[in-house]
């Protein structure tokens, strides 16, 4: 599956993004869909999950509250709402997919997403 993400830009904080994850080649009817970011000089971190399977969602800590994930299946494409935002949300966030369903302990971790998206900028300015 090939995954385009789009909607990241420029904002003052206390604003608000969204970010869109489009899927082509296949349905992900079955899919687990996640959300990570990864800041200049960090490390790639997951920010949210959806597994459509059971439609279960989870968060990161950082944003729970202020960030929310869902799908909309007919247009295949997965979104992040984020509000609230801090200038700690800049980041370049990459959406990420995988066929199998995962358990809870595994959604979290990049290492178990085969397809990823191009990455689209967020810059949160104070």
């Known amino acids: 599956v090939q995954l385009q993400a789009s909607g990241g830009g420029l904002v003052q904080a206390g604003g608000s993004l969204r970010l869109s994850c489009t899927a082509s080649g296949r349905t992900f009817s079955t899919y687990t869909m996640d959300w990570f970011r990864q800041a200049p000089g960090k490390e790639r971190e997951f920010v949210a999950a959806?597994?459509?399977?059971?439609?279960?969602?989870y968060y990161a800590d950082s944003v729970k509250g202020r960030f929310t994930i869902s799908r909309d299946s007919a247009k295949n494409t997965v979104y992040l709402q984020m509000n609230s935002l801090k200038p700690e949300d800049t980041a370049v966030y990459y959406c990420a997919a995988e066929p199998r369903r995962l358990i809870t302990s595994e959604v979290r971790n990049a290492k178990n997403f085969g397809s990823w998206g191009q990455g689209t900028q967020v810059t949160v300015s104070s």
């Open positions: 959806y597994r459509s399977s059971d439609r279960a969602t």
